[in-house]
């Protein structure tokens, strides 16, 4: 099992990016995806959720600016990212859902991508 993101890098306030999860090494289609971001010397926390119907979650601090897709003939979870500000400024990783109550805990996620920085300039 794998995962690839990209698309991250240095972008203004109020300006956007899309960011790219390559997955590879088991049956994408029956499994739900997360996006994780962390920022220096703050806990990983849940950004956004989709499972394998196109059921979508997020966190309320990006609910209207964030909004993420899959293409299942593309092994890709995608993450649009509107509006951005400095507080997105994190490292951004996509792990796979095993189970559990909830959608934003890292431990209900098993595989982990390496991450793509995203820095947002003030």
């Known amino acids: 099992v794998e995962f690839v993101e990209s698309g991250g890098g240095l972008v203004q306030a109020g300006g956007s990016l899309r960011l790219s999860c390559a997955a590879s090494?088991?049956?994408?289609?029956?499994?739900?995806i997360g996006w994780f971001r962390q920022a220096p010397g703050k806990e990983r926390e849940g950004v956004s959720y989709i499972d394998n119907i196109d059921r979508t979650n997020y966190a309320d601090s990006v609910k209207g600016r964030f909004t993420i897709s899959r293409d299942n003939a593309k092994n890709t979870v995608y993450l649009q990212m509107n509006s951005l500000s400095p507080e997105d400024t994190a490292v951004y990783s996509c792990?796979?859902?095993?189970?559990?109550?909830?959608?934003?805990?890292?431990?209900?996620?098993?595989?982990w991508g390496q991450g793509t920085q995203v820095t947002v300039l003030s």
């Open positions: 090494g088991f049956t994408f289609d029956d499994y739900a």
């Open positions: 792990a796979r859902r095993i189970g559990g109550s909830s959608w934003s805990k890292a431990r209900n996620f098993d595989y």
